[in-house]
């Protein structure tokens, strides 16, 4: 029987679960902390921060990063704080549930450093536009007018699935399945990116429990960003007119960082 969810799309999800690759599992039972690891650095969440902040075009280097962050080398603020905001951010994820509060709580904390006060963790009420680095519009997202309704249906979908018991293939599907559709629905007026990416690895611990925050799936998606935007723009130029059926390659991105 279909899960009754609002706007998570399932077309793909027999098809997803009978190409998805078992040994992934194993891969996935065998992840273990770094040995750079202590009790105040986590070296996978240093990698999620760098990697998230990279693909937005964050000038940081992983191994500068834990220099600060582990052994206390000093930077100019301006090449750390971002990252900073954002690694503090994860951890906040790594002992909170997630929730409708707990992301936006999330979305104020990663844009300490990008966002006025009074767009943190908050809706946009404007038009947003993705644009190309030679200024053409590549993508018109939701309307201000539908976000809030949007973000409803996403909450509750987001809630449903949470209380749902699914299985591993499953929880993969709708992890990055839930990137994508906030992704796309872009209600935020900056850091849709940071915040979708730590939504799909959150998601994932929730249902799979700590070993999820080993997962290198930012830096997967730092390494293949052509294929990453390739993949998010073959659904279509505005969002009323998405199709969801284009999704595949996009989905398939999350369990090849395994």
């Known amino acids: 029987m279909s899960p009754p969810l609002k706007i998570i799309p399932i077309q793909l999800l027999e098809e997803y679960k009978t190409a998805f690759d078992i040994s992934i599992k194993h891969n996935f039972d065998e992840l273990q902390d770094s040995e750079l690891s202590i009790e105040n650095f986590s070296f996978y969440t240093s990698v999620s921060a760098v990697f998230s902040s ?95 309704s949007e973000m409803r249906k996403f909450y509750d979908d987001l809630e449903y699935l949470l209380d749902t018991e699914i299985s591993f293939e499953d929880v993969f599907h709708f992890a990055a399945m839930l990137h994508l559709v906030f992704v796309k629905i872009h209600p935020l007026s900056d850091g849709n990116g940071r915040t979708a990416r730590l939504l799909e690895k959150w998601f994932l611990a929730e249902k799979l429990g700590e070993k999820a925050w080993f997962i290198e799936s930012e830096r997967n998606y730092y390494n293949h960003h052509k294929t990453y935007y390739n993949n998010l723009r073959a659904l279509g130029l505005e969002y009323e007119t998405l199709d969801y059926t284009n999704a595949m390659p996009f989905l398939q991105m999350l369990p090849a960082s395994l």
């Open 54 to 148: 990279k693909i937005e075009g964050e000038d940081i280097e992983l191994d500068s990063f834990i220099k600060h962050k582990r052994f206390g080398v000093n930077y100019r603020p301006d090449y750390t704080q971002k990252i900073d905001d954002l690694y503090n951010t994860y951890e906040f994820a790594k002992s909170n549930r997630l929730s409708a509060d707990t992301l936006m709580e999330a979305h104020r904390l990663l844009t300490k450093n990008i966002l006025h006060p009074s767009e943190q963790g908050r809706f946009r009420n404007s038009n947003m536009y993705v644009m190309t680095d030679d200024g053409r519009i590549e993508y018109v997202a939701a309307t201000p007018e539908s976000v809030t």
